[in-house]
């Protein structure tokens, strides 16, 4: 062989070589696909989702699933050529590794964060589950941290009730932190706490939250607990993880506590965040939740209002009825709408 041809057989020998590594090589990103749902009128692993105890409950039938992602774990980096293939899956998508796994968080970290949000996320369906019912719950704003070195170091505890906000009662989280952010930086905010039983008003001088300096903070982290007139157990959660069920367990929580059947027998899926007032929030991976409902046979998915426009762009969103949905509420007249036969007066993510 002549040395030009040598050089070509070696550079060709090489590029192979190359090319058959980085097929192999670690990528730095994760792959979404479609996860598990699970009925949460069912039972899981032979034990009821939903468990009453002290309240009359009401047969139920149909199925209000609940969704999730499958995401590559924490630590396993997919190969080139999974990726490729997941870019070519309508099923799948593929994001920044750093977007699912902070860097800095460990693994232990993020999965703790995720069981946290799953028990308040419970917490919050109970609640919104029962208000939506009529029934009281006695929902308290409760601090479960302080900041050192904050306007609320050393004046608030662990453990203080927050009863009002510049003379606004409130009872959730949302509403101290919305009458919180009306104070600009700087100026004054009166609190009145509960504390050991006794109420006690405290000022504090507010200031720049270090994320938006126009906006006010004065340095706690809130949290929500109640008292339920009987007693509301979700037997399915530690398996999944994250807050997104929330909706789904809400719904279930009302039916089941409430007469008739919401779904009306129909495969009801869904997604959602949950805060204890019954407002829905949007959540990731939308077109893989619905992918995977559709392949378990869902007629119905419950969309959050912020996740419309993914979801009607689904390869999926024809084989189903998206369902826009802001609150609890409007979810549960959705289906009520649509077992009474009026599916088309119902809010649907195809709307312009």
């Not at 479609?34 to 409950?57: A, M, R």
């Not at 899956?89 to 799953?118: C, F, G, L, W």
């Amino acid at each position: 062989m002549t040395r030009r041809t040598v050089s070509l057989v070696t550079a060709g020998a090489v590029l192979f070589v190359l090319v058959l590594v980085s097929f192999y090589a670690p990528m730095p990103y994760v792959v979404m696909s479609p996860g598990l749902t699970e009925n949460t009128l069912g039972s899981y692993n032979g034990t009821k989702v939903i468990q009453v105890k002290g309240h009359k409950t009401y047969p139920t039938s149909g199925h209000l699933d609940l969704t999730t992602v499958s995401v590559t774990s924490p630590d396993y980096s997919p190969k080139l050529a999974e990726v490729m293939q997941a870019w070519w899956d309508n099923d799948d998508i593929v994001i920044p590794r750093d977007i699912a796994y902070p860097p800095t968080k460990s693994n232990q970290q993020v999965e703790h964060e995720n069981q946290v949000d799953m028990t308040t996320s419970q917490d919050a369906a109970v609640a919104a589950a029962l208000k939506q019912a009529g029934i009281p719950t006695g929902t308290a704003v409760v601090i479960t941290a302080v900041q050192k070195d904050a306007p609320a170091d050393g004046e608030l505890q662990t453990g203080d009730i927050i009863r009002a906000v510049d003379g606004v009662e409130i009872d959730t989280v949302d509403a101290a932190q919305a009458n919180i952010l009306k104070v600009p930086p700087g100026d004054q905010v009166e609190l009145t706490v509960e504390r050991k039983g006794k109420q006690v008003p405290i000022t504090l001088t507010t200031e720049p939250s270090p994320d938006d300096e126009s906006k006010s903070r004065i340095g706690v982290e809130l949290g929500e607990d109640f008292d339920p007139p009987f007693d509301v157990k979700i037997t399915l959660g530690e398996e999944i993880g994250g807050p997104s069920a929330g909706t789904m367990f809400a719904l279930a929580i009302y039916d089941t506590i409430t007469p008739g059947e919401l779904t009306g027998g129909r495969f009801v899926a869904g997604t959602g965040t949950i805060t204890s007032d019954g407002k829905v929030g949007e959540i990731g991976g939308i077109q893989q939740k619905i992918a995977g409902a559709v392949g378990q046979g869902a007629e119905v998915f419950l969309v959050p209002e912020g996740d419309c426009a993914d979801a009607a762009e689904s390869a999926e969103a024809d084989k189903l009825q998206l369902v826009k949905i802001r609150t609890l509420d409007d979810a549960v007249k959705a289906l009520e709408a649509i077992d009474a036969g009026d599916a088309s007066s119902v809010p649907s993510c195809d709307e312009s």
